[in-house]
Every structure is written in C-alpha cells, then in structure tokens.
C-alpha cells in the first residue's frame, strides 16, 4: 500500500514540474508584455502589438464609469482609454465578420465580449488611466497596464483588468 501511495506521489510532483516548466515561456512572455505596457491583437495566425503611444495616437476617450468592488460602495471615476473597436479597426480587424471578442488578462483570465457590444459606439474601452493618472500594474497594486472597460454596464462585473491581448473569433 505504501508503494503505491508514494508512486501516485511521485507521478504527481513530475506532472506539477512538467507543467510548470512547460507554462514558464509563456509566464514570462506574458509577463514582457505586461512590463512593455503592450497589447497583443490576435486573430487566427497573425497578431499585432500596440505600445501605450500607439493607443493615445487612435483617438482616446476619455468618460465615466462605476467601479463596483466586493463589499464597497460604487465610486464613479473618469477614464481614458480607446474605444475597442477602434484597435481592433487598426490592427485591419472588421468586427462585424465575427461573432465573440475575447480579452485575456495577464493572469491567464478572460471575458468574452459579443461582437455587436464592441461594435456599439461609446461602449467597449481599452483604457490606460484613470483620474489622469496610468494604470499601476498587479504588482504595484493597480489594474493595469490595460483594462476593459464596458460603460454600459452598471455593476462593473465584466471587466478584464490587467488586459494583455485580445481575440477575435
């Protein structure tokens, strides 16, 4: 019985080793990107990377939002960002050709957005500050260096915070 308790054991700790050494490339890439403040636009095989620069040359919006957190009131604060469908536009993506956007945060999380809501004017943002100030990353306590932000959505329950790329499918 011991034999076999300490087998399942060890098949356990290689699998844990295994899949951490095969996720640790894209743990650190990911992690580049959240450092180089970028912010990958996939669709299919091809991506293109935008920069914070990139973004503020698109056109920023800036607007209000709730931010709705656990066991805290809701506090109205301004944004800036770029609407969605402007960077998706960009990077050469028609929207209307497809059916679900989805954001993946640094941390592997993702929120998936219909195509219609993105293609919605004033309602899908990639935003980079908050109050005039840039958002702090994870480690710095912040949201950032991107956020989505759905203005239409009262509860604040459909952001991606720390955003790193998105998909278009």
């Not at 180089?36 to 091809?46: P, R």
């Not at 809501?117 to 100030?133: C, D, I, M, P, S």
Request: net charge negative.
């Amino acid at each position: 019985m011991k034999k076999w308790l300490i087998g399942i054991i060890v098949i356990l700790v290689l699998a844990v080793g295994v899949l951490a050494w095969l996720n640790g490339d894209r743990v650190a890439e990911k992690k580049k990107i959240e450092e180089d403040a970028a912010f990958v636009v996939k669709l299919q095989d091809d991506s293109v990377t935008y920069h914070l620069s990139d973004l503020k040359e698109m056109g920023p919006d800036t607007f209000s939002a709730v931010l709705k957190t656990n066991g805290k009131d809701p506090i109205n604060y301004e944004y800036e960002g770029v609407e969605l469908r402007k960077v998706l536009s960009a990077a050469g993506i028609d929207v209307a050709q497809y059916d679900t956007v989805i954001l993946t945060a640094i941390d592997g999380y993702s929120v998936a957005y219909s195509a219609e809501e993105v293609l919605q004017e004033k309602n899908v943002y990639l935003v980079y500050a908050r109050e005039g100030e840039l958002l702090e990353t994870g480690e710095n306590g912040g949201r950032g260096p991107y956020q989505t932000i759905v203005a239409s959505d009262q509860f604040s329950n459909r952001r991606c915070k720390f955003a790193v790329e998105v998909e278009v499918r």
